[in-house]
């Protein structure tokens, strides 16, 4: 039964990943793009690794999506004011797509046919047994992680906040 799962969640993720490229709006695009992460996220629960699903999707689907969206609306991409790509570089970036096509099937044909030798505990991605890890064995770089987070936070707050400019009159006592 997981292996028709499987076969489903990769038919999906395919269709997805090559309408995401295909499609012609960029908003059908992104949704497409979200339909890939799902089926992402499935694999992820059928790999018994509830918590890489849920945070792919909370962070792929649901973060950066959206900012993928704001950006994309922000643009206002017309069709009369986007500048049309020479043929140079669309022959390009085609030869460019079957050289890596070409590596990858290189790789895959020598690649080790072997099969993956299972894991003797099946929770090793379960979310209790990563929280136990986690706040015991890592605590430390967990710890410095948020705060170099937090730091890079309030940096970019900073950094956008805009300057108020000087008025020229009220300077001047004269």
């Known amino acids: ?11 999906i993720a395919v269709f997805c990943g090559l309408m995401t490229i295909l499609s012609r709006n960029p908003i059908h695009s992104a949704l497409y793009l ?42 206002n991409l017309n ?8 043929a140079l570089s669309k022959i390009a970036a ?6 890596l096509g070409f590596v990858l099937i290189a790789a895959l044909l020598r690649a080790d046919t072997t099969a993956v030798p299972q894991l003797p505990e099946g929770n090793i991605g379960q979310i209790k047994t ?8 890592y605590l430390f770089p967990f710890e410095f992680a948020s705060i ?8 970019a707050v900073l950094l956008a906040k805009k300057e108020k400019p000087v008025d020229k009159l009220a300077g001047d006592v004269n």
């Not at 039964?1 to 038919?11: N, R, T």
């Not at 069709?79 to 020479?86: A, D, G, I, L, T």
């Not at 085609?94 to 050289?99: R, T």
């Open 148 to 155: 170099l987070l937090l730091v890079a936070m309030i940096g």
């Open 34 to 75: 979200i339909g890939c992460f799902f089926a992402i996220a499935g694999h992820y629960m059928l790999l018994n690794a509830e918590f890489l699903a849920i945070v792919h999707i909370i962070v792929y689907a649901g973060a950066i999506m959206v900012l993928f969206l704001f950006t994309v609306m922000l643009m």
């Open 94 to 99: 085609v030869v460019a797509a079957g050289l």
């Open 130 to 137: 990563l929280g136990k890890v986690l706040l015991k064995e």
């Open 79 to 86: 069709e009369e004011s986007e500048n049309h790509k020479p």
């Open 1 to 11: 039964m997981a292996f028709y799962i499987f076969l489903f969640l990769s038919a």
